[in-house]
């Protein structure tokens, strides 16, 4: 079975830096591209990001480049975001989201973590 | 960037009606590569349509998904209790792959 398991929420103060986490299992980790995506509360999806954990590829929406930093260590079949300073507005909840068709070019999701709560107090 | 706009913002229906959701996008979509997805309270987004018409494993064949270039419908042929919910699109034919803003879908 698939699955897609991220950390748990986190609590943290403007300025702090962050580390979250999404860990696969139950395929070939290395060979799916997995993306990151937002949601305000209440809001609408805004991707991210992309990484391919094979080769740690990475791309990046032009509004999050430099705001964040996407990775992945295949050995451990997880991948990352993180904030090296967290700012209010970054309150949101963030998921990792799998690829349906193994390496290639097509960027659409068939399996989703439940998502990370992150709330960033100013 | 693409910039996809659903509409309507919000639609009310009564179960058992027929729900036609569009999703306009500031460019062709390459390939029409366009996705819909469901997302519930509390609950991921889940995939129902890619390809701009393919349904996704296990998806009822009440939902459908037509449309090509910048102009994507997706269509519930008769409404049950659990599709009450909120439906993105999604493109993935340009870098950097963007949602539109949503649909709510909510009971009348």
């Known amino acids: 079975e698939v699955q897609l398991v991220q950390s748990g929420a986190e609590v943290k103060k403007a300025g702090e830096s962050l580390k979250i986490s999404c860990q696969g299992s139950g395929y070939s980790f290395a060979s799916y591209w997995i993306a990151w995506v937002r949601q305000v509360p209440g809001k609408g999806l805004q991707w991210m990001g992309i990484?391919?954990?094979?080769?740690?590829?990475?791309r990046y929406s032009p509004s999050f480049q430099g705001q964040v930093t996407i990775s992945a260590d295949k050995s451990i079949n997880t991948a990352y975001l993180q904030w090296s300073s967290l700012k209010a507005s970054d309150t949101a909840i963030y998921y990792c989201?799998?690829?349906?068709?193994?390496?290639?070019?097509?960027?659409?999701?068939?399996?989703w973590g439940q998502g990370t709560l992150v709330i960033v107090s100013s | 960037e693409i910039v996809l706009t659903q509409s309507p913002g919000t639609l009310s229906l009564s179960p058992g009606e027929r729900a036609t959701l569009s999703c306009w996008a500031s460019?062709?979509?390459?390939?029409?590569?366009l996705a819909w997805y469901q997302q519930k309270p509390g609950q991921a987004p889940r995939l129902l349509i890619y390809g701009a018409s393919s349904r996704a494993t296990g998806i009822p064949d009440r939902f459908s998904g037509s449309g090509s270039g910048t102009d994507f419908t997706l269509i519930i042929s008769r409404l049950e209790p659990e599709d009450f919910a909120v439906y993105f699109c999604q493109q993935y034919g340009s870098s950097p792959y963007t949602f539109g803003q949503g649909t709510k879908l909510e009971i009348k």
């Open positions: 460019q062709s979509v390459s390939s029409n590569y």
């Open positions: 989201a799998r690829q349906a068709v193994a390496a290639t070019s097509r960027y659409y999701f068939n399996f």
């Open positions: 990484i391919y954990p094979g080769d740690s590829d990475t």
